[in-house]
């Protein structure tokens, strides 16, 4: 059996095989409510033999989200809708993932079709942005106004009350966003954070707020498996790194977490030299120096790619996104190629391939 296929478990969930569908914001919910789009979306993906969906980045409060038509879940009624979706990917055979997220200073942007520029506080769609320092995202952005501990402390409440709600619909994995340039990467990195206080300075102090968080959201979500997205690196000279990467994964794996979900950028606009498995380094790294499961990011297109990432030990979950819009059949056509054998759905069975048909 390729490793691609071969079940893993990590924490209380075994996965049926090593394919991640990576949180993909759609931009299209209401006032942060799921709805079919949603259930389509990832419901295709389920059906495709994924063994993990991770929902995309899910606001934990109205000023978290990265644009109007995010999701969210920061109130009970929220929750019927997301159930109905977490059921229905439940019954394809995928566990389910939600990535609670908190966009900071990159929050209140149209939608990318619309040219994703940032909306006015004072502007249908907009609202107010928040953030470690009084520094804007682009030159042109307005400056997010600074957290006080208050402030803080409410946010933090903001996490634990989205996982309790979490907890209710079912999902099998809780990740908490500290990646891509929002809030938690604004604490992280040294560029977005200029803080005198202990949220800021040394690296101590700018990775507090993302353990608290930890520590929080665990009281509620128990020993169920808990990963954390970060950015191995701002792609910067001086800022955060690798190593620091490193560091901070250390610390989450004494504090229980499960794995890292290694992605890297988004806190500043600096050239990414993007190309196949162009993030792949910085999981082997985290995974080897850490020793901490990692999953891995960024142009992974075929399941021989994937595979050999797992063979050579660089990462223990393949995240896809990109070529799971282009193919919610992945898995099925990974089985094929990799000559390896995977359940397609009793509706779907007349057409598996035969002789080759899918290489």
Known sequence: MSKLLSPVMLGSTTFKNRIVISPMCQYSAIDGFANDWHLVHLGARAVGGAGLIMQEATAVSPEGRISYGDLGLWKDEQIAKLKTIVDFLHLQGAKVGIQLAHAGRKASCEKPWEGGHQIAPDSENGWKTIGPSA?????????PIVLDQKDINRIIQNFVDTAQRALQIGYDVLEIHAAHGYLLHQFLSPLSNERTDEYGGSFENRIRLTLEIVEAVQKVWGDKTLFVRISATDWVDGAWSIDDSVSLSKILKQKGVHLIDTSSGGNVLVPIPAKPNYQVPFAAQIKEE???????????????????????????????????LRNPNFPLYAATILEDQIDWP??????????????
């Open 290 to 324: 850490a020793q901490i499961p990692t999953g891995t990011v960024g142009l992974i297109n075929t399941p021989k790619q994937a595979e050999e990432i797992l063979e050579n030990e660089q990462a223990d979950l393949i995240f896809i996104a990109r070529e799971s």
């Open 135 to 143: 520094i804007p995202y682009k030159e042109n952005d307005r400056a």
């Open 346 to 359: 009793s509706q779907y069975q007349r057409a598996i391939p035969t002789h080759g048909e899918w290489k």
